[in-house]
């Protein structure tokens, strides 16, 4: 007689591959809670670059007659203001961290389970947003009292700014995870990711508002993803972006992850392929 096999649904399929964000989010969030004073100090260690951008461009707009490229001094405050929070929302692993999974043989353990890797470091990420914004909400609110942004949503830009934020976080988490794969075929990553780190600085708006770069910067910029990791989702809360502008860079983000989720899943399928594993 034969054993009849008894399959899983589809949707308990689903309920078991959410179950696995959940439990690394809540594995993130437990650990993160576990190191308030460190985290703090982190938080601390953030805010000075944004700060000093700060301070530097709004001496330079006073200095220029109270605006340049269209920012005033309390402009540029609320934009590195939400700089900070996009900035926090942002974090993601290092690409570097992929030689360490490999050297230590946590990807050879990992590569014996059922899932993607990136559903487990997906997760892991998304539940490490949820401490860290806690901690920037009294560090935002003292950068408020301490340099009086200008800052004028309207309501629509309000709600919209959450998604803008987390497809940011999509695409960036995307592409250092991609990144991140060249470690398959080199032993280290430190200098490709000091490239993009570079890249990323010029062409994100991290730096400085594009709008205040060279022409030729913003059309580079035009044509790389970065922009849509951290420029987009500030000039959206800010009242910057137009319904129009907004549903176009909608468009540009949802692009540019789909794409990178295709080279994702097409590089990890030839490292995978190429990867050995020696038992001490």
Known sequence: MTAAVTRKPSWAH??????????????????????????????V????????????????????GGQVGGYTAAQFAGYYIVWTLVRQFNLS??????????????LAAELLRPIHPIQRDLGFWLGFKVPQV???????????????????????QVLAFPLALMMAFLLRFLLLWCLGL?????????????????????????????AVMPE???????ALPFQWTFYFPI?????????????????????????????????WGRAVRRFTAVGG
């Open 14 to 43: 689903l309920a078991d591959r959410l179950n696995v964000y959940v439990v690394a989010a809540r594995q993130a969030i437990i650990e993160q809670l576990q190191y308030r004073a460190a985290n703090l100090m982190f938080m």
């Open 45 to 64: 260690h953030l805010l000075i670059e944004p700060v000093i951008y700060l301070v530097v461009w709004s001496t330079v707009a006073e200095s220029q």
């Open 93 to 106: 692993m290092s690409p570097d961290s992929f030689h360490w999974r490999i050297k230590e043989g946590q």
């Open 134 to 156: 806690i901690y920037w909400l009294p560090m935002g609110a003292l950068l408020w009292l301490l340099f009086r942004p200008e800052i004028s949503p309207q309501v629509w």
């Open 182 to 210: 060249v470690c398959f075929w080199i032993e280290r990553i430190d200098g490709m990711f000091e490239v993009y780190f570079v890249s990323e600085l010029l062409f994100s708006g991290r730096l400085v508002p594009l």
């Open 216 to 222: 030729w910067v913003q059309q580079v910029a035009a």
């Open 235 to 267: 000039e959206t809360l800010l009242g910057r972006v137009g319904a129009a502008e907004f549903l176009a860079g909608a468009a540009a983000q949802v692009a540019w992850i789909i794409g990178t989720a295709l080279l994702v899943q097409l590089v």
